[in-house]
């Protein structure tokens, strides 16, 4: 139990569906962090939330939506989704300042059909 | 910025043998450093972490790391592996940040662990 949790562990969607991952923290960290984790690749950064203020987009997609309301929840929102899109989403936080660690949720793994 | 490579892509090894995980970092600037664990349909756990100090970080289930500031590296070890170690790693580098911001992660590719009985 890393005091992140993130639901659902497992999502199936078409690519007309509309869904949502979950990611809630219990550490009192001020940013939030989404990852995608794709099969023979490294890791990617998608977004970064610090202080709910969203910092970072890595040139993501517009089919994938951020929202942070407040620092202890992050949500990703989906739509029109692609197959190459299937992959394990990984939420992480951190407290910033010096000694910035992030702790990794378990993940959701997403399957687009 | 900083960088991580990550040296093997897979790594087979007997039970009770010992291993070692290879992590080099090029950075310009000081850095801290992490070992991460992902087990099969998991998500990363944090393995150690060298931040300043003693340059031998230990870590939990029987791994440590020496911070090589010379070499640029930062090499997983363990002196008898089990089943259960079989795992992904990966090397984890980021830059010290001031107040209330947050340090971007720069990961290595992994390394496959893959424990024989």
């Known amino acids: 139990e890393t005091g992140v949790t993130q639901t659902p562990r497992h999502l199936v969607m078409g690519m007309t569906n509309k869904k949502s991952l979950k990611c809630e923290q219990h550490l009192g960290h001020n940013a939030m962090y989404w990852y995608k984790q794709s099969a023979k690749k490294p890791l990617e950064l998608m977004f970064v939330?610090?202080?709910?203020?969203?910092?970072e987009n890595n040139s993501v997609p517009s089919r994938f939506s951020p929202e942070c309301p407040n620092s202890s929840h992050l949500f990703l929102h989906l739509h029109t989704l692609q197959p190459e899109d299937s992959a394990l989403y990984l939420c992480?936080?951190?407290?910033?300042?010096?000694?910035?660690?992030?702790?990794f949720g378990a993940g959701t793994r997403l399957s687009v059909l | 910025a900083q960088s991580v490579t990550q040296l093997d892509s897979q790594v087979p090894v007997f039970e009770e043998a010992p291993v070692e995980l290879r992590c080099n970092y090029s950075?310009?600037?000081?850095?801290?450093l992490f070992w991460y664990v992902q087990y099969p349909n998991q998500g990363l756990q944090l393995l150690l972490k060298y931040l300043s100090g003693s340059t031998l970080v230990k870590g939990i289930n029987g791994f440590e790391a020496e911070f090589n500031k010379s070499q640029t590296s930062f090499h997983l070890r363990k002196p008898s592996v089990h089943i259960s170690d079989t795992a992904e790693y990966f090397c984890?580098?980021?830059?010290?940040?001031?107040?209330?911001?947050?340090?971007?992660?720069?990961f290595g590719q992994g390394t496959i662990l893959t424990v024989h009985p």
């Open positions: 939330y610090n202080f709910k203020e969203q910092t």
């Open positions: 984890a580098v980021t830059r010290p940040t001031g107040g209330t911001s947050y340090g971007k992660l720069s």
């Open positions: 992480a936080s951190s407290q910033g300042g010096a000694k910035n660690i992030q702790y």
């Open positions: 950075s310009s600037v000081s850095v801290y």
